[in-house]
């Protein structure tokens, strides 16, 4: 049916082409780091999201994976002293 190759297409595009010219745009003005950066913290978005638009149920295991991925992106980010020789 022409609906499927409708809704195909929109997934295509929606689901692969937009996200991946967004990350290309994203490693271009951030930088590999920064990017990547930013990258670890989607799973988060997204889980915040499902619970606060879909009332997705994320338990304790599920809050605690988002605090662990916060945490890991925010010790990423942090500036680095240098070393003393």
């Given at each position: 049916p022409l609906a499927v190759v409708g809704?195909?297409?929109a997934l295509g595009v929606f689901a692969t082409v937009i996200?991946?010219?967004l990350a290309a745009l994203a490693l271009e003005r951030l930088g590999a780091a920064r990017a990547a950066i930013a990258g670890s913290v989607a799973p988060v978005v997204t889980a915040l999201l499902a619970w606060f638009?879909?009332?997705e149920y994320l338990g304790v295991m599920g809050w605690l994976g988002c605090a662990t991925t916060?945490?890991?992106a925010v010790i990423a980010a942090a500036p680095r002293q240098a070393?003393?020789?």
């Amino acid at each position: 049916p022409l609906a499927v190759v409708g809704y195909a297409l929109a997934l295509g595009v929606f689901a692969t082409v937009i996200p991946v010219l967004l990350a290309a745009l994203a490693l271009e003005r951030l930088g590999a780091a920064r990017a990547a950066i930013a990258g670890s913290v989607a799973p988060v978005v997204t889980a915040l999201l499902a619970w606060f638009l879909a009332g997705e149920y994320l338990g304790v295991m599920g809050w605690l994976g988002c605090a662990t991925t916060m945490t890991g992106a925010v010790i990423a980010a942090a500036p680095r002293q240098a070393k003393r020789a």
